[in-house]
């Protein structure tokens, strides 16, 4: 089966290019003034030059943090919106147009 164990190595470089193309394709669409530690050229460079460590340097250490959005509290700006099926004269509304009457 040394077929196999060949086929494993064609496995793992070609996770690595992966790794690598998308390492340096997310310098390469990132804002410049996203880019933390260094100027994005720089960090175009190491990650061109040193592939797989480049890469892994870059997503650790110069990629943006996410900005995780915080969900609305009730009483803050207005009501929290509601679902129809929360809402008391929707539900009323749907109970008569079930009953079959008309609105009056």
């Keep these: 089966m040394a077929y196999s164990s060949g086929m494993a ?11 690598w193309l998308f390492s340096l394709f997310d310098v390469i669409t990132t804002p410049e003034e996203e880019v933390q ?11 061109a030059a040193v592939p797989i460590v480049g890469g892994v340097f870059w ?18 700006a207005g009501v929290m919106p509601k679902g129809p099926d929360d809402d008391p004269d929707f ?11 008309s609105e009056a």
Excluded: H, N
């Excluded at 190595?9 to 790794?19: D, K, Q, Y």
């Excluded at 530690?37 to 990650?47: C, D, F, H, M, R």
């Excluded at 539900?91 to 009457?101: A, D, N, S, T, V």
């Design 91 to 101: 539900l009323k509304e749907l109970e008569r147009r079930l009953r079959g009457e």
């Design 59 to 76: 997503m650790m250490r110069g990629r943006p943090k996410a900005v995780v959005a915080a969900r609305p509290v009730a009483g803050e």
């Design 9 to 19: 190595g064609v496995l793992i470089g070609l996770a690595l290019l992966a790794f």
């Design 37 to 47: 530690q260094s100027p994005k050229a720089v960090w175009l460079i190491i990650v």
